[in-house]
């Protein structure tokens, strides 16, 4: 069966979130996957119209091959290959009211922005939104945005090499004490070294989740993206925040790679009752954004949003910002 698509200026009709919801909603599944589709073979010049009002012949096969063949740059999900527009407009589609709460519930209008711009590039495919969405300020720690408080104890969650953990004592000062989570062998070496010269910080040999035990761990993927995984190659163990940290909590940082939802979730008492200050990252599946604000959002209500991206090449270095009321 053959569709016919008339190309319109829907797409820059999307001047705010509003008329995004609207084209999300009005439009059944199938017919979004056309549009896309049609939007991105004129604009990667792959077929040629004379105007805007024209007619293109559009199989319907060849809309779900196209789109599922676009990838954005993230994971499908935690432990399945590469996400692809097909499976960012299927999110989008199936979640649009949580989209819709979050971005009500955003803070401040760049947060609205970031949500708004992100959610475009996932669903057309199109590169050129990062531009509209970067924020090229600091990651994880924004004064403005998450005070923290004086001599607190700070928790970074995804340590890497220690550098994170420096980050955040420059820009806070004083702190309590320091808790350093990072699974990777090479890396924890790393962070010690690193952070040998300062006082009262605890570099902790494993993994963060919902439940304390042993995990597996890939090791052969590139730069910092190796992750908790079923079909890992290292075993490496994990905690949960509620159980390993006896103190009050007053930040904590998550960077660690599509664990953050169990991470959390394994935080929550902390969350409840401390209320700390946090910078979540938001970007490595497809759905990410959406299950993180549920799962915070759900732990405490009476919290600050705000939404940040801080990569003006991918869709990579998207952060949550939480703070209490």
Same mark, same amino acid.
Do not use: W
């Given at each position: 069966?053959?569709?016919?698509?008339?190309?319109?200026?829907?797409?820059?009709?999307?001047?705010?979130?509003?008329?995004?919801?609207?084209?999300?909603?009005?439009?059944?599944?199938?017919?979004?996957?056309?549009?896309?589709?049609?939007?991105?073979?004129?604009?990667?010049?792959?077929?040629?119209?004379?105007?805007?009002?024209?007619?293109?012949?559009?199989?319907?096969?060849?809309?779900?091959?196209?789109?599922?063949?676009?990838?954005?740059?993230?994971?499908?999900?935690?432990?399945?290959?590469?996400?692809?527009?097909?499976?960012?407009?299927?999110?989008?589609?199936?979640?649009?009211?949580?989209?819709?709460?979050?971005?009500?519930?955003?803070?401040?209008?760049?947060?609205?922005?970031?949500?708004?711009?992100?959610?475009?590039?996932?669903?057309?495919?199109?590169?050129?939104?990062?531009?509209?969405?970067?924020?090229?300020?600091?990651?994880?720690?924004?004064?403005?945005?998450?005070?923290?408080?004086?001599?607190? &104890?700070? #928790?970074?969650?995804?340590?890497? !090499?220690?550098?994170?953990?420096?980050?955040? +004592?420059?820009?806070?000062? %004083?702190? *309590?004490?320091?808790?350093?989570?990072?699974?990777?062998?090479?890396?924890?070496?790393?962070?010690?070294?690193?952070?040998?010269?300062?006082?009262?910080?605890?570099?902790?040999?494993?993994?963060?989740?919902?439940?304390?035990?042993?995990?597996?761990?890939?090791?052969?993927?590139?730069?910092?993206?190796?992750?908790?995984?079923?079909?890992?190659?290292?075993?490496?163990?994990?905690?949960?925040?509620?159980?390993?940290?006896?103190?009050?909590?007053?930040?904590?940082?998550?960077?660690?790679?599509?664990?953050?939802?169990?991470?959390?979730?394994?935080?929550?008492?902390?969350?409840?009752?401390?209320?700390?200050?946090?910078? &979540?990252? #938001?970007?490595?599946?497809?759905? !990410?954004?959406?299950?993180?604000?549920?799962? +915070?959002?759900?732990?405490? %209500?009476? *919290?600050?949003?705000?939404?940040?991206?801080?990569?003006?090449?991918?869709?990579?270095?998207?952060?949550?910002?939480?703070?209490?009321?």
């Amino acid at each position: 069966m053959t569709m016919y698509i008339q190309i319109e200026a829907q797409k820059k009709k999307l001047k705010d979130f509003t008329s995004f919801i609207e084209m999300v909603t009005k439009n059944d599944f199938r017919k979004l996957l056309e549009f896309v589709t049609v939007d991105y073979l004129v604009r990667t010049k792959q077929v040629r119209i004379a105007k805007k009002t024209d007619q293109i012949n559009i199989p319907q096969e060849t809309s779900e091959n196209i789109t599922k063949n676009i990838f954005i740059g993230c994971f499908k999900s935690q432990f399945v290959g590469g996400g692809t527009v097909y499976d960012a407009i299927l999110e989008i589609k199936e979640h649009i009211d949580v989209y819709s709460k979050l971005y009500e519930i955003l803070e401040d209008k760049r947060s609205k922005e970031t949500l708004q711009y992100i959610l475009y590039h996932k669903f057309f495919g199109d590169e050129r939104y990062f531009a509209k969405s970067y924020c090229p300020d600091a990651q994880y720690y924004r004064p403005e945005l998450l005070r923290t408080r004086e001599n607190g &104890v700070f #928790v970074d969650c995804g340590a890497f !090499d220690g550098e994170t953990v420096k980050q955040y +004592i420059e820009t806070y000062g %004083t702190y *309590q004490k320091i808790y350093a989570y990072e699974p990777v062998p090479e890396n924890i070496e790393k962070v010690r070294e690193n952070l040998s010269h300062f006082d009262n910080v605890i570099c902790r040999h494993a993994g963060v989740s919902n439940k304390s035990g042993t995990m597996t761990f890939t090791s052969h993927m590139p730069g910092t993206a190796n992750r908790l995984h079923p079909n890992g190659d290292k075993i490496v163990d994990v905690v949960t925040l509620d159980e390993d940290i006896p103190e009050r909590i007053d930040f904590i940082k998550m960077d660690i790679e599509s664990a953050e939802p169990d991470a959390l979730i394994g935080a929550k008492g902390h969350i409840q009752k401390d209320k700390p200050e946090l910078a &979540v990252c #938001v970007y490595h599946t497809i759905s !990410d954004l959406r299950v993180i604000f549920e799962i +915070i959002y759900e732990i405490n %209500t009476q *919290q600050r949003f705000n939404l940040r991206h801080h990569n003006n090449h991918n869709c990579e270095e998207i952060v949550l910002y939480v703070s209490p009321l």
